[in-house]
């Protein structure tokens, strides 16, 4: 008998293909997929859900599911499955002990199997292990719960913000210090407690760092729980993924009030140090300038005498040497900063080492040195300021003489090589320690010697070689340690042939300010009288007043041509003075100069505002006053007559 199976054989491909298929499915999905019976007996598992168990799928299959899963994790499994053959779906995530794999974190999802008649005949599961995520999330908040204890105790404000600016976390210190509740300071609520100043100025800077992040500090005034504005910084770093993505910032906030207070009397000392120096400096200047102008009148009136002729020179740079020590004492920063301004003109090297031996003389004599002067045959001339230049070398010769035993040898050498000059100072004294040298010209950097007491500050060395820097130099140091002497070498660019200013040119021109009509106002009556005397032997017509008042009256009758001006008199001061003849004379050309002790910046600018035409330091050089006066309209009429029309005065 033959029976036609065709279409079975057909049925029957097209259920194994769709097996087949579906294996292929289940093989390649992101779960582990479980077909059950109702006597909890696999009936299909996908090749992950074998592997996990280091098992083949048809070794499953047909087994219960407590000998694949083990008695402990089929205790904690069955509930779910009996609610799944019960007809009820379950859902769930727990931790499991498995006796093959340990402890697993398990997302499970069971579906009833019901048929046609509502018979449940199993049930389909699908499992995710996710503990690799619960350890994430676990490793995360316990992350989280450090951060925010740190936060909580950390003696500066913690905050997080979102990609839009939001405030999303405040650690406790802010509610502790404003007062303001943790709820209430989150989004933007905070800025309630910004000074109403600071308010939109913060505002702005958050909002451009949700648009541009970038790493800042902001400093602004916050109210406390007191009631009363407290300074802080914040600074503010912005958040990223590990692919780069923008996440928000994290930023602290420290109290910087006491700090804030600290530097405002800083600078109320620095202003009340610079008016200090400033009245300090005035007050010297006033003695300096009958100083310089008797230096001045001893020199034309001894007419080129040989024996007084050094004493004078002597006298004039001594005088000029604290000139500059009172301009240096106006500006005391410069000295921190090395911003000294150099008077440079074409000075001999013989002159330059004569000053600075001049200058240490004392020292070196006081300990009883032997000082050895080696100068080059034909003359050396530099391009510098003389004073700087001495400067220099006496603060190497004060060095060597100090660090030196007493009975010591010095020795100042100079070599002239390709377009340099190399001066050394050298010594037999106590030496240096090796490991000090690369830091013996820092600021305030003071060597511990044996035996040694005269320190100093530490700023002698570190400035001299400031100043060579300026001069286009170098200054270096060499030793071969404790005991065995020290060399100092200055090295310098030579300028080109000069010559020795004669006594005769030094002397001033009688016929720059010839018959030249200047009124002299100053209460110091020394200053007054010496400059007079100077400017009468320069061939000027002079006359003195001692006092504001009084200057009004002397300068109506006398219609003089140039007024030198102090502005420190008591009762009316320089200023008022040149206030009232500009407006009382308005007529007059005449040139009102500022002769004064007060050379700030302010000063000067008030002295413009006053009606000043020019503004000069006491004490003046005789020179830049010359060549101020020379400059200066040289009719010797009255300058009233261009306008009144009046005939000049005899």
Request: proline share 5%; aromatic share 6%.
């Amino acid at each position: 008998a033959l029976t036609d199976i065709t279409e079975r054989k057909r049925w029957e491909q097209a259920i194994r293909d769709s097996e087949e298929q579906l294996r292929f499915v289940t093989d390649h999905a992101p779960a582990l997929i479980v077909h059950c019976g109702a006597d909890m007996r696999y009936k299909f598992v996908n090749a992950p859900y074998a592997k996990r168990y280091r098992m083949r799928p048809d070794e499953i299959v047909g087994k219960h599911i407590e000998e694949v899963v083990g008695k402990s994790a089929f205790k904690r499994l069955r509930p779910h499955v009996e609610a799944a053959l019960g007809g009820q779906r379950a859902e769930f995530e727990e931790r499991i002990v498995y006796d093959a794999l340990g402890p697993r974190w398990i997302s499970g999802f069971y579906v009833p199997q019901v048929e046609a008649d509502g018979r449940v005949s199993g049930y389909f599961a699908a499992i995710h292990d996710v503990t690799r995520r619960r350890a994430a999330e676990e490793a995360l908040r316990e992350s989280e719960e450090r951060f925010r204890n740190m936060a909580d105790h950390a003696p500066v404000t913690i905050w997080v913000s979102e990609p839009d600016g939001r405030c999303s976390y405040m650690s406790k210190t802010w509610q502790d210090f404003t007062g303001q509740a943790p709820e209430e300071s989150l989004g933007f609520g905070w800025l309630a407690c910004v000074h109403p100043e600071d308010r939109d100025r913060i505002a702005e800077i958050r909002a451009v760092q949700a648009r541009e992040p970038q790493a800042s500090r902001n400093e602004y005034r916050l109210l406390t729980r007191r009631r009363d504005y407290r300074w802080v910084v914040d600074s503010v770093v912005p958040r990223t993924s590990p692919s780069g993505e923008f996440l928000g910032c994290i930023g602290s906030i420290v109290d910087i009030t006491e700090r804030k207070q600290m530097e405002e009397a800083l600078r109320d000392a620095d202003r009340r140090k610079d008016e200090f120096l400033a009245t300090l400096s005035h007050e010297l200047r006033n003695p300096l300038a009958p100083l310089r102008s008797s230096v001045e009148l001893l020199r034309l009136t001894t007419d080129g005498d040989a024996e007084s002729e050094p004493i004078l020179d002597m006298m004039d740079r001594q005088v000029n040497h604290l000139v500059r020590l009172v301009d240096d004492l106006l500006e005391m920063s410069r000295i921190s900063r090395g911003t000294f301004e150099l008077r440079k003109e074409r000075v001999g090297l013989g002159s330059v080492v004569a000053n600075a031996i001049e200058t240490s003389a004392p020292l070196i004599q006081a300990a009883a040195h032997t000082l050895v002067v080696s100068l080059p045959d034909e003359p050396v001339w530099l391009d510098g300021d003389p004073v700087r230049l001495a400067q220099i070398l006496s603060n190497l010769l004060n060095n060597a003489a100090k660090y030196t035993s007493a009975g010591g040898e010095i020795a100042l050498d100079t070599q002239c090589e390709d377009g340099v000059v190399a001066i050394a100072v050298k010594d037999n004294g106590r030496g240096i320690a090796i490991d000090m040298l690369p830091r013996l010209f820092e600021m305030f950097s003071r060597e511990s010697r044996v035996g040694a007491s005269e320190g100093g500050l530490g700023i002698g060395l570190a400035l001299s070689r400031r100043l060579a820097e300026m001069h286009g130099g170098t200054i270096v140091a060499e030793s071969q340690g404790p005991g065995r002497g020290s060399v100092f070498t200055v090295r310098l660019p030579r300028a080109g042939s000069g010559a020795d200013e004669p006594t005769q040119q030094r002397r001033a021109r009688l016929d720059a300010i010839a018959r030249k009509r200047i009124l002299v106002v100053d209460d110091n009556v020394d200053a007054a009288d010496s400059l007079g005397m100077l400017l009468r032997l320069l061939g000027a017509e002079v006359r003195v007043a001692r006092n504001g008042p009084e200057a009004i009256d002397v300068f109506a009758s006398y219609e003089p041509c140039v007024v030198l001006l102090d502005i420190g008199m008591p009762g009316m001061d320089g200023y008022e003075v040149a206030r009232r003849l500009r407006t009382s004379f308005p007529e007059c050309d005449a040139k009102i100069v500022a002769l004064t002790g007060w050379g700030q910046e302010d000063d000067r600018r008030r002295a413009r505002d006053a009606g000043f035409d020019h503004h000069l330091i006491k004490p003046a050089n005789v020179a830049a006053l010359r060549a101020l006066l020379a400059s200066l309209d040289s009719e010797t009429e009255s300058p009233f007559a261009s306008r009144s029309g009046a005939a000049a005065r005899p």
